[in-house]
Each structure stands twice: as structure tokens, then as C-alpha cells.
């Protein structure tokens, strides 16, 4: 079994040694550079452009404005296109603006020959600008007086989803006797993805066909969005995915590949590129939603949960993006994770503000909707004075769950598991009860937070991917996956995939990390954390397919049939047993034979119309310095259940990344704003993600229950990690002082204000 | 019909505007550049180096000799692999040699950050030489003293071949009386196939795959080789092939691809280039065989050819490349193109000298072979006082030839209308008759020359092809081939066989003008005049696939069967000739069906066994100036019989680049060399190739009878155009002066020695 080893990564050798060529490696040597000119407000009008200084700097080769732009609105959520028009994505921006929604917004662009001449001519562009007032929050957005962002949605509602579960109602619930009744307004707030390489696209022409070189997640869709954005057919673009240096999300949004493509074509097909600064990157691509909601729930005094209410609101910016989606991801985890016996309301409004857009980003809402799930819960469980652990198993979600509104489905149930193997990792028991009475400045917590994911967009989106392989006469085997490596080892499992499936060591196949959407079997991208699940279905088939084809070739040079016939370690054996030939062999003489020359090839596509969820916990142990306001984590502990493992090294190193993720977003990740929506903080030094003296050593384990619906009982694994954290930092802060924070980050300033108002420092002392 | 009409080449557009990459535009930004040191004598053994100097040349990165590189002997020439060892390619050459075999050897290489330091350090490399005489000629190298070049071939000959057909023998026919016989000595010189983009490689590594993007027209070829050269599976190196800038056959050849892969694993996986000079190409790489040829033939009074003779000396210079197999291609020519009634007996040796290396190039030995045959032949008219046009419609080959020893068989035949259809367009019998008894100095003839040429290398090697389509969404189809565009238009005529085979616009038709060894499908590559004949084929039997999985779904859209759908224009009809829906509709449900996605693509392999003659004919008329010894070709007309024209105006330009490169061949151009074997003329200033003023109009006729083992009733026409000119203005210089001029090229020099040795000029002038 090749599935489930821990092989090193397959592009190890590469990214250590500077080999893997990124999309900065692979641009023309000649490449124009494209500087953004930007608004300099966050609401507001383009009335006209002065460009005389602009143009009169030496190397700017055109200077191109909201004005010249066709006149086409696209969308840029990565998502599946639909021929369902109803369920398109939401086309509300064109390639340049001439209505400012952002701070930032794209409103000219000067290409010159060097970026400092660029970057010298964007900064003498004279816009003259109507400015209309910023809008900073979804509540204000949705004041009948408040500026409609987008003509064609007056009330700056971009959606609107709400559902309601169980035959009872919450007002049942309340009158129940003997319950308990908890509610809280939470706040979670924006923050940026921080992938490591930048935001950079180059375009350029070979005849008549647009080339994009980009660092995305989605380069079918990106193919798509540049065809609709620049109104010419889809294949007329050809899209290269490289090695890419993370996404997490914001590279699942079209951001900039629509307008290189656009621009290339505006100086005769001269290879453009556009390369966003950190700066950029942080203030003006997307960001994680800020959300508010007001949430009530009810239990009984044994701790059976009754009801909840949840209405939220989601600030999405001044574009659409991928916002629809988001709120309606982020309320459907409350069902999928707890059992009202009663009733379940939601309700969600995503609402266009001044504020960045925001889009898709790790755990795609899950994070937020699981921050205030689980506040609630432990808020819940500690006006109970029970045990929260003990609360969660009492009302989690059980094997075999349904979602009644899309049907998803449990096949595979390990979160009991996964709590039990936390619980004695961390010796729950022991530290809640050592934890109890704590007095003195520095105290100590545990808490935890669970949650559920999908292992892919079905059914609301399609699900579909594919794959090809060659065989090569030394009997190694290209893979040409259209799903994507964005760093996160996707290459390395189908890697191991390919080699279980076709029956060959993992050193005889070869995946081919670049995506091109010219060639490359089609797939919709790296996202969703469906990948493993859907594109390793893809690929496993075309491993049985090619196998086959392997095997009935053997057969025909040994004059046999194919029946009986298996492959172990790139070896052929018959129904006895006995070495028949190599792979090797056959690959050199199906190449070469003079009588029955073969290319050998498989392709297959998977159409999938299965879905399962992932589960799991984090068990977070701090220490909280109270005259600081700091929090200093001790443990963190995630325990997955995400089916089997495909490989478990790699496995360890996605969860670290994501509770890394997670850990910024519990104690100091935030995009602050001024009242004209200008970001604060839009850099590396003022935005605070963990360095490694933040984090503690991260303890990753999983619950391996294979997943019938998977191809090697794999489920989701790729956003999952980040999801947790926040919530179970929040809620040992709960254990160790009793005090509940409703809003992330968990700043030292905003603990001191808590730990002030709850008596714990200053006059009000009560240590 | 898309087939048969003159659209314009696919890659026009890119190549006009520049968008069109090739090596040079794919190379790393921070490539280092390679220098060969190459040897200053053609014969000897390198003792050592001082490499003092070059070592202390700032921005030298490394620095390495024959005395590093893997002790492994591999070949070069562009063959496909044989199963059969004794059917495999001559090994007879390292990556650098210790062993001088030719002026120019590659001995030591020189890796510096930029080229002038490479260049200076390279001039500084000192070597320790022993040197030997050097040998030109294949009679020196055969004499029983003469130093071996190869061990493993003491003495000095690569290959003999020989061949005899008929019932009687060349003694019977001398004996027959009343009977003419002519004999002579014949000698064509090495020429160079002056590709316009010079031999240019680069190499770098990804992991522990090396990828080389290199001009050649064999990709799949050069990855074996490099893979042979360094002693490593093949598949882990990687070639891909750009636009290229011609190749003409020297391309056909693996000339630095493998030392340039070794390089960068030599300097951890950096990127190096090897871009050889004009210099070194004309000097160092391959060359066309310069043969010696002492011929007899013997015919009837009447004009029937009864028995020839031919013994022919290769001269294949240091190395075997594809030496062992073009001599033998050129005696098959006389074979293949006259009956002698009583015997044809051909023995050919191929022998190493230290000329530079001669292999590949456009005709593959044939001109030569061509060129003797077709002066003998005019050589006996002429003794014969017989019309050379009617001696060949009484002996040339006929309908249904077939090649005793090889079974090449001609399917279709147009030799006789490609005659008569030259005879008329340029009114022979008159000017015949007109320039019979000419006097004075300016005097004018007309002559000709007729071919045979096989439409692929079956039997000799093998026949394999194929292609991959993928549909995509806006119903354009992209296309892979394996084989290769080099600058003749195989794109264009692939994209018409796609559009014709699919049943699309030729502007819904995509190819991928880029052959990437690890995804592209397998092909051998550009060269054997094969690809429209056997790569057509594969790219017809894809499009046929394609289209039955296009018509499926469309069936399948609407709920009924496929039989009586067919596609035209982009368009799928029913039975009833109703549109029912197009390609552009199958394109996007397919892409998008939330019940059914399927990825459409199809994959073919063709295994060729099937070989079909091309034939043609060129005519010639000139005007030659007796006292300045110069020919003034008036017109030149070749004819072609290579069946099925697939693009009309693409095979007229096949046809002029192929005309112009016989008529250099014809008057001016040939590789000099002084005794040590010593280039003297390696440089387009003193190596003379036609210019636009010394060409007259080329005009081009095609007899289209179509073949039917071809996938559109096509043949051969690749090489064929350069096969027949020299000889046809050879002959028409007899015509006009009654001189037999029995070498190559008609230089003034040349004309002046025979003119005088005939009395034509000076004291013993007789105008």
C-alpha cells in the first residue's frame, strides 16, 4: 500500500533546491509592468483624468482608464460556471471602475517598460473624484438613506438566506420549564490570507490566443472569467498554472488575470504583467467576512439542547465576489454540528459595505460560524455549570446525519472518536477540574471547539474533475492532474494515488504540477477542500483505466488474455503468481513494437454526485497573564476525523499550517480601517500573523474511519484545521477567568478592557 | 472540404508579430552559458589541459573536460529505437571526447554566469594534443594503414551496402550488340542545411527531472538519447520544443541536447544554454554526405535501358549519426526510379574521415543518389542522340513498382502526367529543338530530372503516430500532436485534417504547436517526408473518435442514439439533415451537466504500415555565359505527383523553399576544407547560398491522384521539392554546351576548367 505512507513531498526536491519554476520565473524577459492606479477613496465617481504628467514620464508605454474598458460586467468567485443563469455568480464589476466601491479600487493602469517608471507615472495620474461618504458596516449599508454600491441592488443586499430546523420553535423552547437561556452579540473580524508569494499575473499573445501566466488556484475558471470579462470565447485564453506559493482562498477569486489578459491585448499582444505589492495584496484583493451575529439558545438543566437562534450579518465589501455563498456556508454549520430537540432558526444577510471585498478563504465561513457555535456552546455549558465536553457529546451531531436541506450525509462518523482522543491527549479531565478555582494574576484554561465540513461543493455547485496518464517506455507514468498544487501536498497524494491505483512505486510516476488549460484534463480547482475527494477519485479511475490497458498489452505480447493478471511494484504477475514481465517492458515494447505499436493513455473524468463530511475538535490549554491581557497557548491539540489518511506526514503539516491560521485569528490577525474604510494595516509589520515564537508545538491526531464514499476513504482535510482554533482558545479564556469574549481577536487591549469591566484588575480587583 | 483548400498557415499571426517563442524566449532569466572548447586539429587524442587561465576569467562557474563526462557511448542520429540491438544506431561518441575525430571536436565546456565570459575563458582553455593526419576522403581512410577513428571499426568503414535486381548481369548487357555504354566518376560535395535559427539548447532541472527546451525536430528522439548519454531512465528528462526556425534534417540529429542536460547537473540544476555560432553550425554540426560515385550503363540503340552499375563512397566524416542508413537511401533511388531489363548492381560504402560529421538532411541522400543517377541517364540520351525526356518515359519506372527488396510499393502513380504536365509548361519539344546547334558564348538549354521518394521510413524503421483532442467549452477543440512543425506548415495541414476529420471550422481548431516529451503524445518527429502520411492518419483517426464521443453526447442530450448524426461546420445534423444542436452546445453541457460532466476528449495511436512512392519531376532552363563560366537559371518548373494536395498554397511554398535549396545545392554551395580538414568557408559570407536575385520565378505544378493508403490521399512532398533540380540544371548545361559536367556545384571556376578543357574558351576556342 502506497496509500497512508508518509513519502515525502513530491516537489520537495524542487522547492528546496529553487528549481520549481514560479509565475515570476516564467514571464518573458521583455514583460511590460502594469502599475494599478487606485482610488484614493472608498466611495465615490471617476469624473474624468488628468494624465499629462503621467504620460510625460519616460518608458510608460500606455495609460489606459475606467474610460477605455469594455463595457462588461463579470464576476470573480471561483466557482463552477452554471447553465442554470439563476445560480450564476453575481457580475457586478468591470475591469476598471469608474464607480469607486473600495478603497483601492482599480480605476487606470500604466503599463511601462520598468515598474519604477510605472510605479513613478501611477503616482502622477490625476483623478478628479466625486466622493460620496464611506460605508463601514452591513447595518449601516442597510439604512434606507444609505448609497446603493451597485445600481442593481438598491438596499446593498447581496443575499439573503435563512432556514429553520426541528418541529418545535424557539419560543417553545423558551417557555419550556426548567431551562437555561444564553445569548450574546459576536463579532469576528476581517483578515487577510498572507500567502506567502504575492498576488501576479502575465499576459501575453501568440496570434490571436491570449496566454495568462498565473499564480491562481482555479485556472479553468480563470480561463472562463477572462473570456466573459473580455466578451471573446473562452478557448480564445489559455491559462498556465506554475508552482504557486499558497492561496488559501484568495487565489480562488479571478483578481487580476482578466485584466493583464485585457491589457496585453491593448499594446499588440507585448507580454504585460501586473505583480501586486504586499501592500496591495493585503488591502485590495479579498478578505476572510467580518461577521456580527446575535444568537440565543436554550437547554434544558440537564444539559439537552433545545433551540438557537442565529442572525448574522456578513460584511462583504464593495464586490460580490464569492459573498452569496459564504453566509449561507457559514449558518449551515450550526445544524450540521448540534441537535436542537426543538428548533434551529438562521438567518443571514450578506451586505455590500466600503469595506475590501471579501471572498473565499480558508474553511469558507466555517470559521466564523463555528467562533460563535462554539462560544455559544461553552457560554451555554458554563451558565449549565457543566462540563462542556460533556455538553457536546450529549448534543453533537450523530452518525449517519442527513442535512434535510441538501441532503449531505454522514457516511462515515469518527467525531466521538476525535473528542475521546483529544480529551486524553490533553487530559481534559484532570486541568478542567485542576483549572477550576483558579485565583492570582496568571491562570490557566482548557477549552475546545468542534466542527463538521463538507469534503466538497456538491450539491451546490458541480463536482467534476479529471485526469490523464502516460506511460512512458521506462515504465514510469506521467499524471496530468486539472486539479491543483497550491502548496498544500495535493500533488504528493495523487501522486501516491496514481501508484496504488495503477499497482507502480511512487518513484515511476510523475505528476505534471503545471496546469494548462489548453491541454490539461479539465477540473475546477483547488478549493473546498475537495481535491483528495473528488480529484483523487478522478485520478484513481484513470489508474484503473490505464492499468487495464497496461495489462491487456502484457497479455497480447505474451499471447494471453488479460484476465488474472495483476501489477505489484511495477511488476506483472500471472494468476499463479509468477512474474510475468515489467511494466517497463511493456512500456518499451508497446512503443517500439514494429508490429503493434501502442501510445499507452488513459483519461477519465469523474462526475461526482456524493458529498461527506469531515469532523473533528481542538483542545486548546492556555495560560492567561491577566494584568497583560495576554494569552500565551500552551497546547493545541486537533484531532481529525477525516477518513483515511492518505499520507499522515504531510497530513500533520496541513493541520499545523491551518491551526498557525488558526492561532492568528484567536489572538492578533485583524484588518483595521479608518472611517473612510482606508485599511490601517495593510502590511507584514502592523498586521500580526503568528511567528513561530507565538506558537506552540502543534499536536495533530486523527481518527482513521475510511469513508465509503471516497476513493482511498479519504475525506476532507484541507481547510479543516483552521476551523476550531479560535473558538477553543475563547473558550479556555472562559475556563481560566470565567469571562466570556465575544469578539476575536483576543487582543491584550481588549482582555484588559474585559478583565477591567469584570472586576479582575485596577480598584475592581478581586484577586 | 477544409482538406484542399488554401487557408493561411495557422501560425502566421504569431510569427508575423513576433508573439511566436522559441528557445531563445524560453530560457531562465539567470541561464548560465555554456562554451565548447572544441578542438584545433580533426585527428588526434587530447593528452590533458592547462586551464589555468580560463579557470581565473571572472563569472566562470565551472569548467569541465572529456576527462569528466559519464564513460558511456551513445548516437546521435534521429532514428526511433529499435528492439533488434543489431537494428540500433551506431554509439560512437561521448558527451566530450578525448578521441579528435573531427576539426571542432568537442573536447572541453566552459559554464560562466554570461556569454563574453565563456567565451574569454574558452579561448583560454589550453589543451595537450596529440595530434594525427587527418583523412578526408573515404579512399585514404580505406587504405589498410590508415588510423582507425573507431576502435570498434579498424577499418574505417561504417557500413557497406549492396544490392543487385534483375535476371541477367551488367557483363550480359555489354555483350548485347548494338549497345551504347556510358560511364563516368560523379562527386557531390558536402553542403550544410542552413536552417535560419541556430542549434540552440537549454537544460535545467525540476527535482531530479531534467528539462530541455531545445530547437529539434525530434523530441521524443532527444529525450531517449539524452537519457542513453547520461545513463539514466529516460523519462527523467524532459524535452520541449518551441517554434522552431527549421531544421532541414540537421535537427534530425541529438547535437547538444545531451550535453546540455549533463551540464546543469553538473552545476545543480541551474539553467545552462548552449547556443551554438553560425560558425560552429556550418562548421561543426552535420552536413549533407559529400559521395563519390563511379557509375556504367549500358542501353540498346533504340533507348532501352538494359544494366547500370554503381559504386558509391559516402564520406561520412567522424561520427556515424545517420551515415549507415543514407547511403543505402541513396542507391535505393536507382531502383526505384528505371527498369533495367537485364541488371541494376549498386554497392555503397560509408566510410568515417575527419570531415565534419554528415547526416540527416532534406532528400536524406537522395539528391545525391538522384543527381548521379539523372546525369548518367541524360549522359546516355545524349550518346545515344535520343531525346533525355523520351529515354525516361521508356524506362522510367511504372504504375504498381514494387521495391524487390523492401515491398515499397506505388499505390498511386502520377509520374507520366507530372512528366507531360512539365514538357508543357515548359514547352520542351520547341526549345529542345531550338538550342540544338547553338554557337557563340551565350548559349541556352533546357534539362530535367525525375524522383522517386518514399512517404515514410517503413519497412526500414518504424511507423508510429499519435494525437490527442480535447473539447472544450465554447466547442473549439485543441489538438497535440506528437509530431512536430518545424517551420513547414505541419500545423496548418494538421489543423485541416482535424477541422475535416471532426467536422469543425478550421477556426475552431487549436494546435498545440509546443511538443512536451511528458504529456505530449508520442511521435518519432518531423522528418522521412512521413507526417502528413503518418501522423495525418493518427490526426484523422482522433478527430473520427472525437467526433463519435461528440455525436454521443449530443445524443445523449437528447434522449436518442447516434447513428445518423453527423457534424458539419460546427454544426450536428440528424437524419432528416435538421440541426439538432451544435458542437459549441455539446462543448458547454458537457462541461457543466450537473447529471452528466464529461471531460470529451480523444487519443489515438497510428501503427503505420504502409509506405507509398511520391514522384516528380523539375525542369530547367538556363542560359549559360561560356567566357565568365556562369549559369543563369531562366526558369525552373518542378512538377510533383505527391498525390492529394492537403493546402495548395502551403505545398507551392514547400515547394520554392525546396527548389531554392536545390539550386544552391546546383551552383554554389559546398563545404571547403584545406588538408588538415579544416572548415575554410564556415560562414554565410564565404558559403554561398542562392539569394533572392540569384532565384528565377520557381514554378510549381501538382498532378493530385489520390493515394489510398494515405488518411487523404496524400504523399511525400516535404523533401521532394530539392531531390531533382541540381540534375535538372546539370542537364540542361549538357544541352546547352553538349558538356558533361559530372560534379556539384556548377561553379564559374568549375565551367571555365571544363569550357577550356573542351575547347570552348581560349586558344582552342571553337565559337
Known amino acids: 500500500m502506497t496509500v497512508g505512507q508518509s513519502i515525502p513531498?513530491?516537489?520537495?526536491?524542487?522547492?528546496?533546491?529553487?528549481?520549481?519554476?514560479?509565475?515570476?520565473?516564467?514571464?518573458?524577459?521583455?514583460?511590460?509592468?502594469?502599475?494599478?492606479?487606485?482610488?484614493?477613496v472608498a466611495n465615490g465617481l471617476v469624473r474624468g483624468f488628468d494624465l499629462t504628467a503621467a504620460q510625460a514620464v519616460p518608458n510608460v508605454v500606455r495609460i489606459l482608464t475606467c474610460f477605455d474598458v469594455p463595457d462588461i460586467q463579470f464576476p470573480t468567485a471561483g466557482h463552477p460556471w452554471s447553465l442554470d443563469p439563476g445560480h450564476q455568480d453575481i457580475s457586478d464589476r468591470k475591469l476598471l471602475n469608474q464607480r469607486i466601491r473600495v478603497w483601492g479600487d482599480e480605476i487606470a493602469v500604466v503599463i511601462?517598460?520598468?515598474?519604477?517608471?510605472?510605479?513613478?507615472?501611477?503616482?502622477?495620474?490625476?483623478?478628479?473624484?466625486?466622493?460620496?461618504?464611506?460605508?463601514?458596516?452591513?447595518?449601516?449599508?442597510?439604512?434606507?438613506?444609505?448609497?446603493?454600491?451597485?445600481?442593481?441592488?438598491?438596499?446593498?443586499?447581496?443575499?439573503?438566506?435563512?432556514?429553520?430546523?426541528?418541529?418545535?420553535?424557539?419560543?417553545?423552547?423558551?417557555?419550556?420549564?426548567?431551562?437555561?437561556?444564553?445569548?450574546?452579540?459576536?463579532?469576528?473580524?476581517?483578515?487577510?490570507?498572507?500567502?506567502?508569494?504575492?498576488?501576479?499575473?502575465?499576459?501575453?499573445?501568440?496570434?490571436?490566443?491570449?496566454?495568462?501566466?498565473?499564480?491562481?488556484?482555479?485556472?479553468?475558471?480563470?480561463?472562463?472569467?477572462?473570456?466573459?470579462a473580455l466578451g471573446i470565447p473562452w478557448s480564445k485564453v489559455r491559462v498556465?498554472?506554475?508552482?504557486?506559493?499558497?492561496?488559501?482562498?484568495?487565489?480562488?477569486?479571478?483578481?487580476?488575470?482578466?485584466?493583464?489578459?485585457?491589457?496585453?491585448t491593448q499594446v499588440g499582444g507585448h507580454a504585460v504583467k501586473v505583480e501586486l505589492t504586499r501592500e496591495e495584496v493585503l488591502g485590495c484583493t479579498r478578505t476572510r467576512h467580518a461577521f456580527d451575529w446575535d444568537v440565543q439558545a436554550v437547554a434544558t438543566a440537564d444539559g439537552t439542547l433545545l433551540a438557537r437562534?442565529?442572525?448574522?450579518?456578513?460584511?462583504?465589501?464593495?464586490?460580490a465576489s464569492h459573498g452569496h455563498a459564504i453566509a449561507a456556508n457559514a449558518s449551515n454549520v450550526f445544524k450540521q454540528c448540534y441537535r436542537d430537540r426543538l428548533s434551529l432558526d438562521s438567518e443571514s444577510f450578506t451586505v455590500y459595505t466600503n469595506r475590501p471585498t471579501a471572498g473565499a478563504m480558508r474553511g469558507y465561513g466555517?470559521?466564523?460560524?463555528?467562533?460563535?457555535?462554539?462560544?455559544?456552546?461553552?457560554?451555554?455549558?458554563?451558565?449549565?455549570?457543566?462540563?462542556?465536553?460533556?455538553?457536546?457529546?450529549?448534543?453533537?451531531?450523530?452518525?449517519?446525519?442527513?442535512?434535510?436541506?441538501?441532503?449531505?450525509?454522514?457516511?462515515?462518523?469518527?467525531?466521538?472518536?476525535?473528542?475521546?482522543?483529544?480529551?486524553?491527549?490533553?487530559?481534559?479531565?484532570?486541568?478542567?477540574?485542576?483549572?477550576?478555582?483558579?485565583?492570582?494574576?496568571?491562570?490557566?484554561?482548557?477549552?475546545?471547539?468542534?466542527?463538521?465540513?463538507?469534503?466538497?461543493?456538491?450539491?451546490?455547485?458541480?463536482?467534476?474533475?479529471?485526469?490523464?496518464?502516460?506511460?512512458?517506455?521506462?515504465?514510469?507514468?506521467?499524471?496530468?492532474?486539472?486539479?491543483?498544487?497550491?502548496?498544500?501536498?495535493?500533488?504528493?497524494?495523487?501522486?501516491?494515488?496514481?501508484?496504488?491505483?495503477?499497482?507502480?512505486?511512487?518513484?515511476?510516476?510523475?505528476?505534471?504540477?503545471t496546469q494548462?488549460?489548453?491541454?490539461?484534463?479539465?477540473?475546477?480547482?483547488?478549493?473546498?477542500?475537495?481535491?483528495?475527494?473528488?480529484?483523487g477519485t478522478a485520478c484513481k479511475l484513470t489508474g484503473q483505466s490505464l492499468r487495464a490497458k497496461i495489462l491487456?498489452?502484457?497479455?497480447?505480447?505474451?499471447?494471453?488474455?488479460?484476465?488474472?493478471?495483476?501489477?505489484?511494484?511495477g511488476i506483472i504477475y500471472d494468476e499463479a503468481d509468477q512474474q510475468l514481465c515489467t511494466v517497463a517492458e511493456v512500456g518499451m515494447e508497446s512503443s517500439y513494437s514494429r508490429t503493434h505499436s501502442l501510445h499507452i493513455t488513459a483519461e477519465e473524468t469523474y462526475h461526482c454526485e456524493q458529498n461527506s463530511f469531515a469532523t473533528g475538535v481542538c483542545f486548546a490549554e492556555i495560560e492567561v497573564d491577566i494584568p497583560l491581557g495576554q494569552i500565551h497557548v500552551l497546547r493545541l491539540v486537533n484531532v481529525h476525523d477525516s477518513g483515511k489518511i492518505i499520507n499522515p506526514k504531510l497530513a500533520e503539516a496541513q493541520c499545523h499550517g491551518g491551526m498557525s491560521m488558526g492561532l492568528g485569528y484567536a489572538l492578533s490577525e485583524e484588518l483595521l480601517f479608518?472611517?473612510?474604510?482606508?485599511?490601517?494595516?495593510?502590511?507584514?509589520?502592523?498586521?500580526?500573523?503568528?511567528?513561530?515564537?507565538?506558537?506552540?508545538?502543534?499536536?495533530?491526531?486523527?481518527?482513521?474511519?475510511?469513508?465509503?464514499?471516497?476513493?482511498?476513504?479519504?475525506?476532507?482535510?484541507?481547510?479543516?484545521?483552521?476551523?476550531?482554533?479560535?473558538?477553543?482558545?475563547?473558550?479556555?479564556?472562559?475556563?481560566?477567568?470565567?469571562?466570556?469574549?465575544?469578539?476575536?481577536?483576543?487582543?491584550p487591549q481588549k482582555l484588559i478592557e474585559h478583565f477591567r469591566e469584570a472586576g479582575l484588575l485596577g480598584g475592581n480587583r478581586h484577586v
Chains 1, 2 share one sequence.
Open 9 to 40: 513531498r513530491v516537489d520537495a526536491h524542487a522547492k528546496v533546491t529553487g528549481t520549481a519554476q514560479y509565475v515570476g520565473d516564467l514571464e518573458p524577459h521583455d514583460a511590460y509592468f502594469a502599475k494599478i492606479v487606485r482610488a484614493p
Open 112 to 228: 511601462a517598460r520598468d515598474r519604477v517608471s510605472a510605479e513613478r507615472a501611477a503616482r502622477l495620474v490625476v483623478p478628479d473624484i466625486e466622493a460620496y461618504p464611506a460605508i463601514s458596516t452591513p447595518q449601516e449599508a442597510m439604512q434606507p438613506d444609505a448609497i446603493p454600491l451597485h445600481e442593481e441592488r438598491p438596499n446593498n443586499i447581496v443575499a439573503r438566506t435563512e432556514f429553520h430546523v426541528g418541529d418545535g420553535s424557539f419560543a417553545q423552547a423558551v417557555d419550556t420549564p426548567n431551562t437555561v437561556m444564553v445569548s450574546g452579540h459576536y463579532h469576528v473580524p476581517a483578515v487577510q490570507h498572507c500567502h506567502m508569494e504575492l498576488v501576479h499575473s502575465v499576459a501575453y499573445m501568440e496570434g490571436d490566443k491570449i496566454v495568462v501566466i498565473s499564480s491562481t488556484q482555479i485556472p479553468h475558471i480563470v480561463r472562463r472569467v477572462c473570456g466573459q
Open 240 to 264: 498556465i498554472k506554475p508552482y504557486i506559493g499558497g492561496g488559501f482562498g484568495n487565489k480562488q477569486d479571478v483578481l487580476v488575470e482578466p485584466l493583464t489578459a485585457w491589457l496585453t
Open 309 to 319: 437562534t442565529y442572525r448574522g450579518f456578513a460584511n462583504q465589501g464593495g464586490y
Open 366 to 513: 466555517i470559521p466564523q460560524g463555528c467562533f460563535v457555535m462554539e462560544a455559544l456552546t461553552d457560554d451555554l455549558a458554563y451558565a449549565l455549570h457543566m462540563d462542556p465536553l460533556e455538553f457536546r457529546l450529549k448534543n453533537c451531531v450523530e452518525a449517519g446525519y442527513v442535512d434535510p436541506h441538501n441532503g449531505i450525509t454522514m457516511h462515515s462518523y469518527g467525531l466521538d472518536q476525535a473528542i475521546a482522543k483529544g480529551r486524553a491527549a490533553i487530559d481534559w479531565d484532570r486541568k478542567r477540574a485542576a483549572y477550576q478555582d483558579q485565583t492570582g494574576p496568571v491562570r490557566r484554561g482548557v477549552g475546545m471547539a468542534i466542527f463538521t465540513y463538507k469534503s466538497n461543493v456538491h450539491p451546490f455547485s458541480l463536482e467534476t474533475a479529471s485526469c490523464r496518464m502516460v506511460l512512458h517506455e521506462d515504465g514510469r507514468v506521467s499524471v496530468q492532474m486539472g486539479a491543483t498544487e497550491i502548496g498544500q501536498g495535493a500533488d504528493t497524494v495523487f501522486t501516491q494515488m496514481a501508484a496504488e491505483s495503477i499497482g507502480l512505486p511512487v518513484s515511476h510516476i510523475d505528476i505534471q504540477s
Open 516 to 535: 494548462d488549460t489548453d491541454i490539461t484534463p479539465f477540473d475546477t480547482g483547488a478549493y473546498g477542500s475537495r481535491q483528495t475527494y473528488v480529484c
Open 552 to 569: 491487456e498489452y502484457a497479455a497480447s505480447m505474451h499471447a494471453r488474455g488479460a484476465e488474472g493478471l495483476t501489477i505489484r511494484d
Open 674 to 747: 479608518d472611517d473612510a474604510c482606508r485599511p490601517l494595516n495593510a502590511n507584514l509589520l502592523d498586521y500580526k500573523i503568528p511567528t513561530a515564537m507565538d506558537t506552540p508545538d502543534l499536536e495533530v491526531h486523527f481518527v482513521e474511519i475510511e469513508d465509503p464514499t471516497a476513493p482511498y476513504g479519504n475525506k476532507a482535510l484541507g481547510e479543516p484545521p483552521t476551523i476550531p482554533v479560535a473558538a477553543a482558545v475563547r473558550n479556555a479564556l472562559l475556563h481560566a477567568t470565567g469571562i466570556s469574549v465575544n469578539s476575536l481577536p483576543l487582543t
